[in-house]
């Protein structure tokens, strides 16, 4: 989904961090805005790794503040990949922070390809910010037990579907 010389966001979270382990070596640009998501890319020669700046949150060490919504608006990537807090049963995506709401949603404006990258059990959290809604995603990428409604609604918007 990502291809060499492609220019990648990639998202904090978990999620977005196995991602990122998996695209180490790859000849690609990426904006990680997570330290944990740019040490995986950055750990074998290959991929030019950027990171936006910002206040770093302790744990998950996710960048956040203007300085990194700025950074990702300046930037025109290929492709994104996108983790979640929740999703809602019509397909919206959420974050337990108003921050980190602004800087996905100027990760989905800057991006050309949305894949989102989640697993069964963020149907079942609720988050408050919302940063965007199922039609923003290109594709989704989710665990083989996710919720058939859920997928449908994805397909219904345009969303290549790949269960893993």
Same mark, same amino acid.
Do not use: K, W
């Given at each position: 989904?990502?291809?060499?010389?492609?220019?990648?966001?990639?998202?904090?979270?978990?999620?977005?961090?196995?991602?990122?382990?998996?695209?180490?070596? &790859?000849?690609?640009? #990426?904006?990680?805005l997570s330290l944990? #998501?740019?040490?995986?890319?950055?750990?074998?020669?290959?991929?030019?790794v950027i990171v936006p700046g910002g206040t770093v949150e302790p744990d998950a060490l996710a960048l956040t503040g203007s300085q990194c919504v700025e950074t990702v608006r300046s930037m025109r990537a290929d492709v994104l990949i996108l983790g979640t807090c929740a999703t809602t049963s019509d397909g919206d995506l959420t974050s337990s922070s108003y921050e980190d709401s602004l800087i996905k949603r100027a990760s989905?404006?800057?991006?050309? &390809?949305?894949?989102?990258?989640?697993t069964a059990d963020k149907r079942e959290r609720a988050a408050n910010f919302r940063f965007g809604s199922a039609c923003?995603?290109?594709?989704?990428v989710t665990t083989a037990d996710a919720d058939p409604e859920l997928i449908a609604i994805y397909r219904g918007e345009g969303a290549q579907v790949v269960l893993v």
């Open positions: 989904m990502v291809a060499d010389y492609e220019s990648v966001i990639i998202d904090n979270g978990t999620t977005a961090y196995a991602v990122a382990h998996e695209l180490a070596s &790859r000849p690609i640009t #990426a904006l990680a944990h #998501a740019a040490a995986a890319v950055a750990a074998r020669p290959g991929a030019q989905i404006a800057a991006s050309v &390809r949305r894949i989102l990258v989640t923003d995603i290109t594709h989704l």
